[in-house]
C-alpha cells in the first residue's frame, strides 16, 4: 500500500470539521433503515449486522451525514487483549461487557476532508460510555476495534491515542466453538476510557458501581470430572417417576446440573439453569452421562426439561443429596470450623400470585459460615410469616454447640431464642427495634458510652501549620436516644 500524503485541510474543511456533530441512532428511528443499507453497500465487509449490546451512530455536518460507526460486543477471546489487561479467565469471562468493539467505522462516499475520521471517532469516544450507561446500565471502560492491514492503515485510531496491540490469528467464529480460518489477520488496536480502566477490570473485585455486570454473567462450573461422576452417583439415590418415553436425559443427568447451578450461584429459575447447562464443556457432559446426539455431542437440557424435573422432584431427598455433596467437597472438618449460622427468609424471584390475597412463595433457609455450607430450607405456608418456618428449621438443623446462630428483628421473640438456647445448644445475635421498648431500653443501657477522641499530640505538623480551611475539631455526634437507636444484642448461655 502507498504511503498516503498528508495535507491541512483548507479553511472550508476546517469550517466543516468545527461543525461536525455525532448523534445516537435509535433502533427505531427513521434513519436506521437507510443506515443498514448505506453500511451494506459502501462497507467493506458489506454487512450491519452486529451482536450483544451495540449502539449506532451517524456523524453530521448541518444535517448531511459524513460518517457512520457502530459498536458492538468485543470478541470472547484475544491473547494480546488480555496480557495487556491482566486478568484472569474466570474475570475475563465476567467483566467483557465493560469492552466496547469498534465494528463498523465508515466515511461516506463524496466526502472529502483532512482528519474528519480522527474528528468524528474523538466524539463518539467522548460521549460513548454515557450512551451505553444509558441504554444497558453499565459504563464502557475499554475500546477495541479491528483493522485489516491489507486495506487499511488505522491511522485515525493512532491519531486518538489508540494502542496497537498485535495481529490476530486470522480465524473467525462461524458458530459456537466452532472457528475457521479466513486467511487475513487484523490489527487490534485499543485504548482505555478511563484512566485506571486496566486495573479496575485487573481487580479482584470490581467496584459496588460496576458489580451488577458480574452479577448478569451465569457463572460456569469449575468442577472436575472425578467430582462429576461422584456427584452423579449420589443423584442416582433419587427415584426416577418419569415415563420412560420421552426420557432423553438421565435424571441423575439433571439433578446433578442443578446442584451445580445451585451452589455456583443460579438461583433465577430454569431460564437460567439452561443457560448454565450450555456453558458446560463436553467433558462435564460426558462425566453427567447427558444425551449423545447422532453427530457424536453430547446435549445439554433445555428450559422445558427443567421445569418439568423441578415441578414433580422430592424436594426432601433433593436436599439430602445437594448435602451430601457438600460434605464430599468440603469435608467434616470445614463442618467442624463453622462458627457462624445465618438464618433469612426471601420471597422466591418470579413467584408471582395466581389470586389477590395469595402471597409469593418464601423460603427460609440456613446457611453455615464461613463454608457456605446448607443446613436446609423450609418453605413458608400461606397465610403464614417466616417465624413458624424458622423455628422448624432449627428443629431440622439439630444440635449447633458452639456456634452463633444470627437472625433478623422479626425473630426477637422467647419462643425462638428459648429453643436456639435450650434444643440447639447456640447462642444467638439479634437486632433490636423500637417494637421491644423495654428490651431495647435494658440493651441501650448495657452498650457503653462513646469514648472522646484523644487531644491532638504537640509539635505535630498540623498543630505548626493549620490549614486556613481547618475549623477545629469536628463537635462529637449526640448518642442516639432509646426511642431510636437499633441495637445489636447478644446472649450466651450459661457455661
Known amino acids: 500500500m502507498a504511503a498516503a500524503r498528508y495535507r491541512p485541510p483548507t479553511l472550508t474543511e476546517q469550517q466543516m470539521l468545527d461543525c461536525v456533530e455525532v448523534r445516537l441512532l435509535g433502533p427505531d428511528e427513521d434513519g436506521r433503515s437507510r443506515y443498514s443499507e448505506w453500511m451494506s453497500a459502501h462497507h467493506y465487509l458489506k454487512s450491519d449486522h452486529l451482536v450483544g449490546e451495540q449502539l449506532r451512530y451517524v456523524a453530521e455536518v448541518e444535517g448531511q451525514w459524513v460518517a457512520l460507526l457502530s459498536w458492538s460486543a468485543t470478541a470472547q477471546h484475544l491473547k494480546d487483549r488480555e496480557e495487556w489487561i491482566g486478568w484472569s479467565a474466570p474475570h475475563r469471562r465476567r467483566r467483557l461487557a465493560l469492552i466496547a468493539n469498534n465494528a463498523r ?15 468524528v471517532l474523538a466524539l463518539c469516544t467522548a460521549r460513548l460510555s454515557a450512551d451505553w450507561q444509558a441504554a444497558y446500565g453499565h459504563p464502557i471502560l475499554v475500546v477495541e476495534s479491528f483493522v485489516d492491514s491489507q486495506l487499511f492503515r488505522g491511522t485515525c485510531y ?20 466452532y472457528y475457521t480460518e479466513h486467511a487475513r489477520p487484523k490489527a487490534l488496536w485499543v485504548r482505555p476510557l478511563h484512566p485506571a480502566a ?20 451465569i457463572p460456569r462450573s469449575e468442577t472436575t470430572v472425578a467430582q462429576l461422576r461422584g456427584l452423579w452417583q449420589l443423584c442416582r439415590a433419587v427415584p426416577d417417576w418419569r415415563k420412560r418415553k420421552g426420557r ?15 451452589l455456583s450461584g443460579v438461583v433465577r429459575g430454569q ?14 457432559l460426558r462425566a453427567l452421562r447427558s444425551y449423545r446426539g447422532r453427530d457424536g455431542r453430547y446435549h445439554y437440557p433445555k428450559e422445558t426439561t427443567f421445569q418439568r424435573v423441578l415441578a414433580t422432584v422430592d424436594a426432601a431427598l433433593f436436599e439430602r443429596t445437594l448435602q451430601q455433596w457438600e460434605d464430599q467437597l468440603l469435608g467434616p472438618e470445614a463442618r467442624e470450623a463453622d462458627t457462624l449460622v445465618a438464618i433469612d427468609g426471601k420471597a422466591q424471584c418470579g413467584s408471582t400470585p395466581h389470586v389477590a390475597d395469595e402471597q409469593k412463595a418464601q423460603l427460609v433457609s440456613a446457611v453455615s459460615l464461613p463454608s457456605g ?35 433478623d428483628a422479626l425473630h426477637t421473640n422467647q419462643t425462638t431464642l ?11 445475635l439479634l437486632p433490636v427495634k423500637g417494637n421491644h421498648a423495654n428490651l431495647e431500653k435494658l440493651a441501650s443501657q448495657c452498650l457503653p458510652l462513646p469514648r472522646p477522641p484523644p487531644p491532638p499530640a504537640p509539635n505535630t505538623l498540623a498543630s505548626r501549620n493549620p490549614s486556613p480551611h ?26
Open 105 to 119: 467505522f465508515l466515511i461516506l462516499p463524496g466526502t472529502q476532508c483532512p482528519n474528519l475520521a480522527s474528528r
Open 158 to 177: 493512532k491519531a486518538q491515542g489508540w494502542q496497537p496491540l498485535g495481529l490476530t490469528k486470522g480465524f473467525e467464529r462461524s458458530r459456537e466453538d
Open 198 to 217: 486496566r486495573r479496575v477490570l485487573s481487580a479482584q473485585a470490581l467496584p459496588v458501581a460496576l458489580q451488577a455486570v458480574e452479577d448478569k454473567v
Open 248 to 262: 432423553d436425559y438421565p435424571l441423575p443427568c439433571l439433578l446433578a446440573i442443578i446442584v451445580l447451578a445451585t
Open 271 to 284: 431460564r437460567d439453569l439452561a443457560a448454565f447447562a450450555r456453558g458446560l464443556t463436553q467433558a462435564q
Open 373 to 407: 455450607r446448607t443446613l436446609g430450607t423450609v418453605a413458608v405456608e400461606q397465610k403464614s410469616n417466616e417465624i413458624p418456618a424458622a423455628r422448624q428449621l432449627l428443629t431440622k438443623s439439630g444440635p449447633l454447640d458452639g456456634k452463633l446462630v444470627m437472625l
Open 418 to 428: 428459648r429453643q436456639i438456647l435450650q434444643e440447639n445448644g447456640a447462642d444467638y
Open 470 to 495: 481547618q475549623a477545629g475539631p469536628l463537635p462529637l455526634r449526640p448518642a442516639p436516644s432509646a426511642s431510636s437507636a437499633r441495637s445489636p444484642v447478644r446472649y450466651r448461655r450459661d457455661r
